[in-house]
């Protein structure tokens, strides 16, 4: 059973893109080579001819490397493009084709694969440059030089020599993320070691340092300009654009201001951080981007910005307001649903564009009624308290079940172990949000795939423990039950089960539910982070009282009965998770949504789709069954005599 935990931790982080799939690392390389590619071909190929004979060798090199690294990723709808397109680009080196040309092709098809795999290509955090030129010192200068020029002492001599940070002409084709990639992955075949074993942060903030090195003042001084005036803002919403166009790319894209904006915050990553958009500011943002791609064609990536528009937007602030118009909470989350729908059917541009307007007219009234208030200290304190209340209200009735289970099997010392359990998902629940907020990437739809999962799990182990529960209900199975149960120890199987399920029931909420108090602090500002923590108190010492009150019922009732009800509560939950994991993998994008006229009830795991209240009235079945199964098994067998 420790190993079934460890391997489910390992699949739920894997899951939430804490721990990058295999995936990632051939998909990286081929960024990485396709980025050297657009960039250095122009050494090798001139007019049609070889000018070098080594480059060109390697370019031809590096285009096949990317149709095997390409060949090797999961399967994709759209691998088979890609494949074709990275074999149009080799067919082109081979060719001896215009460097404009392969650049421009290499360019593409880099872009293709980070849409298609989702790939990482920003820092999570601001990288530190003041950190970036101390690291530049102590692993670069020997070859690069202390200024960046490629003239160090142990550079002399190597074929080919260090690069010239200060070419203004290939830098400008080279993006921060492809010197990320440098760093991380090394150039074989060259002096260019890998520094993989640097840390993520590390390598960003020596990417972002060299990338710096070509004298840019007046640029840098227009976008500092441009950025304290609030223009060009919404091409610049996080570190995306700043990571991974090249000064090139800016230009063709952004235009002028563009480059400029880039220049300045390639140098002052930091301003990003304190210029971060409110959650309805980015769900608003997002939504204007999916609905560019949809209009473009691009529908994977349209639907894509729709559940990021919602996940990592708008679902941050529904608690707050619901406390301030739970109507148009509820319509708003209604309508984003219908947008998503809308864009994985198919349908026609005006529908969406039609769709798209009523969710951004909602999503400003919402930004209007939260802005108007900051919300007042008695709001604070009510949302702070229902957030626990509400994420916290299955998990506990689930432990307390477990806990007094247990007390009523005369088994108090196995509790110790569901301790564990729910202590452990706390503790993993707070470094998940560490990791995802400093460390790592960890995407909206990602977390909602980890709650999906863990819940449909919960689920179907609860009804085995519901059921079980509930067929010891009956005297002779709850009597033989304590007799072996008092005589001699559960087994470690059972033990690690109840662990489990304890470690379920908690961790699916706990990463979310900080997330949910990290949006309500920045909504309520200093003045209300009073408000916030009496809520939050307030809803723990709650929690605390239930489950006290659970485990003191539990010890008054007759032992049949407390059987009896503790499975039929935790068949009624099983129920519960199953909709509310198949909700979270709609909200993520994995299951489709196919609304139907019917009341929501989240609390309950009720949302008026066709795919949750389908998987929850199956679940019902196999509770109903279960409980008759139970009773008809339990049923007393009369003797000879009339006696039970």
Not at 59 to 77: C, D, H, K, S, Y
Not at 137 to 161: N, R, S, T, V
């Amino acid at each position: 059973m420790q190993r079934y935990l460890v391997s489910l931790l390992s699949l739920l982080f894997i899951l939430a893109g804490a721990v990058p799939a295999r995936a990632a690392e051939p998909a990286q390389t081929a960024l990485h080579l396709l980025d050297y590619v657009a960039v250095d071909y122009a050494e090798a190929v001139e007019n049609g001819r070889v000018k070098n004979a080594d480059e060109y060798r390697e370019m031809r090199e590096f285009a096949a490397q990317v149709q095997v690294l390409i060949q090797g990723l999961p399967e994709n709808a759209a691998r088979p493009k890609l494949l074709s397109e990275a074999s149009a680009l080799a067919g082109h080196v081979d060719a001896k084709a215009s460097p404009a040309e392969v650049a421009a092709q290499a360019t593409a098809l880099r872009w293709a694969l980070i849409h298609v795999y989702n790939l990482q290509i920003a820092p999570k955090a601001a990288p530190d440059l003041k950190a970036g030129a101390s690291l530049y010192k102590e692993y670069c200068a020997a070859c690069h030089g202390a200024e960046g020029h490629g003239d160090g002492p142990a550079g002399q001599g190597l074929d080919p020599a260090p690069s010239n940070f200060h070419d203004a002409e290939r830098m400008a084709s080279r993006s921060a993320n492809g010197l990320y990639n440098t760093i991380t992955l090394g150039v074989n075949g060259t002096g260019m070691a890998a520094y993989g074993h640097l840390s993520e942060n590390v390598r960003w903030a020596l990417a972002f340092y060299v990338a710096n090195f070509v004298p840019n003042e007046a640029a840098r001084e227009r976008g500092a300009a441009l950025w304290t005036a609030g223009k060009g803002r919404d091409n610049f919403p996080d570190l995306k654009n700043v990571a991974t166009l090249s000064a090139n790319e800016a230009r063709e894209r952004l235009g002028d201001d563009g480059v400029a904006l880039q220049a300045y915050l390639r140098a002052n990553p930091q301003a990003m951080v304190t210029a971060k958009p409110s959650p309805i500011e980015f769900a608003i943002a997002t939504l204007d981007k999916s609905l560019e791609a949809y209009r473009a064609s691009r529908r994977a990536e349209a639907a894509q910005l729709a559940i990021q528009a919602y996940l990592e937007g708008f679902e941050l602030v529904e608690s707050s307001l619901r406390n301030v118009d739970a109507e148009l909470m509820t319509r708003t989350e209604r309508e984003m649903m219908g947008y998503r729908a809308l864009l994985q059917s198919g349908a026609d541009i005006q529908q969406a564009e039609k769709q798209a307007a009523v969710v951004q007219g909602l999503l400003i009234e919402a930004r209007e009624k939260l802005d108007n208030t900051q919300l007042s200290s008695a709001t604070t304190f009510v949302s702070a308290l229902v957030i626990l209340l509400r994420e916290g209200a299955e998990a506990i009735l689930v432990v307390a079940a477990i806990l007094a289970f247990l007390t009523r099997a005369g088994r108090t010392e196995a509790r110790r172990w569901v301790h564990a359990g729910w202590i452990a998902a706390l503790v993993l629940g707070f470094v998940t949000w560490v990791v995802s907020s400093y460390l790592v990437e960890i995407s909206g739809a990602g977390r909602e795939i980890t709650e999906g999962v863990t819940a449909l799990v919960a689920a179907a182990m609860l009804l085995y423990v519901g059921y079980w529960l509930h067929s010891k209900s009956h005297s002779q199975a709850w009597q033989k039950f304590i007799a072996d149960k008092v005589s001699g120890a559960l087994s470690r199987g059972t033990v690690w089960t109840l662990a489990l399920i304890s470690f379920l029931a908690v961790y699916r909420e706990a990463f979310e539910t900080v997330l949910f108090y990290q949006a309500l602090a920045a909504q309520a500002g200093p003045e209300g982070h009073g408000a916030l923590f009496g809520g939050l108190a307030l809803a723990s010492v709650l929690i605390i009282a239930v489950a006290w009150a659970i485990l003191r019922a539990s010890v008054k009732l007759p032992i049949g009965l407390f059987f009896s009800v503790s499975g039929i509560v935790l068949l009624v939950l099983a129920v519960v998770f199953t909709g509310q994991g198949i909700a979270a993998l709609q909200e993520a994008g994995k299951i489709g949504a196919d609304a139907v006229n019917f009341i929501a009830v989240p609390m309950l795991g009720i949302y008026p789709t066709l795919q949750t209240l389908g998987a929850q009235a199956a679940a019902l079945i196999l509770s109903v069954f279960g409980l008759w199964w139970a009773m008809r098994k339990g049923k007393p067998v009369m003797d000879d005599t009339g006696e039970k």
